[in-house]
């Protein structure tokens, strides 16, 4: 099992909308609607923000959505705030009880 | 809410094993609708799936680091465990314990996090 593909940087102005995609296999995000997405704010554990390709957990903002093509999942934040940079992890289910994490996409808000 | 701290050394020499253990709070370990794992990462990067277990001791490692992974559990301590042998100062990390909601699924919950490095 690899990695999954974040892009390394992604950036926007407040008010904007980004989208960090998240590319693996057929094996992982393409054979399961089991991808989640995870925030990271420096110095601070990963908070689930996305579970189920497009499941939003209760408490989290309708700014942020989830979907899949294919093998690539995509995480679009709209309405861009100051408070969402921070770094951004997909995970997919692998099979076999294995999941997979992307290598972190960090968001800067200019 | 359920609450999940790590503790363990900070050091490890080279060659050693590395032990860490997970408590849960807030909720308990026994719940079947849960497992429980540990993910790491390495100064700089990203996030990487070591193992979890469930409350009956079901166990899945991550390939590339099986044969040197164990994951335990002790319910009546509402606590898990993590050993890693033959440590290598690539196996340098933040180590977050997290709850897995189910076998396959995401992260719900996650631990603060600890910074194990390993050093002569």
């Known amino acids: 099992q690899s990695a999954l593909t974040q892009p390394a940087s992604v950036s926007g102005s407040p008010g904007q909308s980004i989208t960090i995609s998240c590319t693996g296999t057929?094996?992982?995000?393409?054979?399961?609607?089991?991808v989640s997405w995870y925030q990271q704010h420096p110095g601070k554990a990963p908070k689930l923000m996305i579970y189920?390709?497009?499941k939003r957990p209760s408490g989290v903002s309708n700014r942020f959505s989830g979907s899949k093509s294919g093998n690539t999942a995509s995480l679009t934040i709209s309405g861009l705030q100051a408070d969402d940079e921070a770094d951004y992890h997909c995970?997919?289910?692998?099979?076999?009880?294995?999941?997979?994490f992307g290598g972190g996409t960090k968001l800067t808000v200019l | 809410q359920v609450q999940l701290q790590e503790s363990g050394p900070g050091l490890v020499k080279p060659s050693e094993t590395l032990s860490l253990t997970c408590t849960v709070s807030?909720?308990?370990?026994?719940?079947?609708?849960?497992?429980w794992g540990w993910v790491r990462q390495p100064p700089g990067r990203g996030l990487e799936w070591i193992g979890s277990?469930?409350?009956?001791?079901?166990?899945s490692y991550y390939p590339s680091l099986k044969s040197r992974v164990t994951i335990s559990v002790d319910t009546s301590k509402n606590q898990f465990s993590l050993r890693l042998s033959s440590v290598t100062t690539a196996d340098t990390a933040v180590y977050y314990c997290?709850?897995?909601?189910?076998?396959?699924?995401?992260?719900?919950?996650w631990g603060q996090g600890t910074l194990v490095t390993v050093s002569s």
């Open positions: 997290a709850r897995k909601v189910g076998a396959t699924d995401y992260f719900d919950s």
């Open positions: 807030g909720g308990s370990i026994s719940s079947s609708s849960f497992y």
């Open positions: 277990i469930s409350y009956s001791g079901r166990t």
């Open positions: 057929s094996s992982d995000v393409g054979s399961y609607n089991l």
């Open positions: 189920e390709v497009s």
């Open positions: 995970c997919s289910y692998a099979g076999s009880s294995i999941v997979v």
